[in-house]
């Protein structure tokens, strides 16, 4: 018996190992619902700099009062206005950030399953100042231009701008109520 050799097989094993070797390098991907806040929360970032996150649930915690804290930004093409509980969809994948040599995760947004406004008497409470931040003042400005937390979302203080001004002054540490007025403005209604 004669054995012929024939290159298909092997060219067909190559082909085959190829193809597989390409699925186990792609970064995993996935779709799944998420839950947002009504209002943006303080953490230090990467640099370890204060900086204004959102508070999500995911879809593995839901049903529980566990939540994550993402940066402000971070789901591309979603436009988050506070007052107002989100629920949406998005697309979450790995994606490799040569400037770093690591891997960070990505959000993109896919729709709005619901934009549900809170009540008009919702409160919640910032860090106005603290020294677990960097800088510890959170609210920028002063009593004749105003307060803005981060330099970002201005704050009503009407007759708390003086006591908010002394308190800066004074105390280590400073938490506002606030409840949401008007177009991603806050109204401190209380001093801590």
């Known amino acids: 018996m004669k054995f012929k050799f024939t290159w298909q097989p092997i ?21 799944e619902s998420i839950s947002i806040k009504h209002y943006p929360v303080v953490e230090n970032n990467e640099a370890g ?8 649930q995911f879809s593995h915690q839901k049903g529980t009062d566990e939540w994550e804290v993402i940066p402000l930004d971070a789901i591309e093409g979603f436009n988050f206005q506070m007052g107002y509980n989100y629920e949406i969809k998005i697309r979450k994948a790995q994606v490799f950030n040569e400037a770093t040599d690591h891997y960070h995760t990505s959000y993109t947004h896919l729709s709005t399953t619901s934009k549900d406004q809170v009540s008009p008497n919702a409160t919640f409470e910032l860090p106005l100042k603290s020294l677990d931040f960097q800088p510890a003042t959170l609210a920028f400005g002063n009593v004749e231009l105003g307060y803005k937390m981060l330099g970002e979302i201005p704050i009503v203080c009407s007759t708390l701008c003086e006591d908010l ?6 105390d280590q540490n400073v938490t506002g109520v606030f409840r949401h007025n008007g177009s991603n403005m806050i109204k401190l209604i209380q001093l801590k």
């Open 11 to 31: 060219l067909l094993l190559c082909g085959l190992c190829t193809a597989f070797s390409g699925c186990v390098n792609e970064l995993p991907e996935k779709e």
């Open 49 to 56: 700099n204060a900086s204004l996150f959102l508070k999500v």
């Open 165 to 170: 001004d002394a308190s800066l002054e004074t």
